[in-house]
C-alpha cells in the first residue's frame, strides 16, 4: 500500500512540475490580453525559469517587450528564438516580429531582411508582405537622403575648400602686398635721408665757404690797417 501511495505521488508531482510551465503561461496570457504587459511579463519569466527553452513563453515575452515599446529586447528575444523551433508557421512568425522590431528602431535594411526570410517561409502572409514593402520604402528614402546628405557635405567640403584656398591666396596677397610697402617705406626713407645728408652736406659747404669768406675779408681788412698804419708812420719829406 505504502509503495502504491508513493507511486501516485510521483505522479501527481511530476504531472504538477509539468503543468506549472503552461499556468505561468497562461497567466501571463491572461495579463497580456488585458493589457497588463508589467505582469505579463512577470509571469513569462516565472514559465521560463521553470521551463529554459520553452517556445510558447519565450514568444509571447518578446511580444511583451515589444509592447512595452522595448524594442531592443524584443529583438534579442526573437533572435534567440530563431534556432529554438523547425515549424515553419512559428518560425514565420518570429521573423514577422523580428522585422517589427527593427522596424521601430528604424533599422530598414535588417526589417527587410527579416520580412523577406518571413515570406520564404509563409509567402501567403499579407501583412508580412504589406511590412516587407514598407520597410523597402523607408530603406529607400534613408538612403536617398542619406546621399543627399553625403552630396550636401561634399559640397560643403568643396566650398570649404575653396574657402580656404581663396583665403590662403588672399593672405598671401596681403603678405606680398606688405612686403612691397615695407621695401617701399624702406626705398623712401633711404631717399629721404640721402636728401638730408645732401642738404646737411650742401648747407655746410655754404657754411665753411661763409666762414672762409669772412675769415679772408677779416685778414684782407688786417692788411689795410697795417698798410694804413705804416703809411702814417713814414716820415714826410720836404718839398723843393
Known sequence: MKFYLLLFNCILFFFSSAQAEKNKLIEGNIFFKNGDFTNAEKKYNESLKIKKNYTKASFNLGNTYYRQQKFKESENQFNNLINSTN??????????????????????????????????????????????????????????????????????????????????????????????????????KLALKATTDNQRAQENQETEGFRLGMEMRKQHMAQTHQRGMAERQQPKKDNK
Request: net charge positive.
Open 87 to 188: 515549424n515553419k508557421d512559428t518560425l514565420s512568425g518570429i521573423y514577422h516580429n523580428l522585422g517589427n522590431s527593427f522596424l521601430r528602431q528604424k533599422n530598414y535594411k535588417e526589417a527587410v531582411a527579416a520580412y523577406k526570410n518571413a515570406m520564404k517561409l509563409k509567402s501567403t502572409d499579407e501583412e508580412t508582405r504589406y511590412n516587407l514593402a514598407y520597410a523597402i520604402k523607408k530603406l529607400n528614402e534613408e538612403q536617398k537622403n542619406n546621399q543627399s546628405k553625403k552630396d550636401e557635405q561634399q559640397k560643403n567640403n568643396n566650398e570649404q575648400h575653396n574657402q580656404n584656398q581663396m583665403t590662403k591666396q588672399q593672405a598671401q596677397q596681403i603678405e606680398r602686398e606688405r612686403i612691397a610697402a615695407q621695401q617701399e617705406t624702406e626705398g623712401a
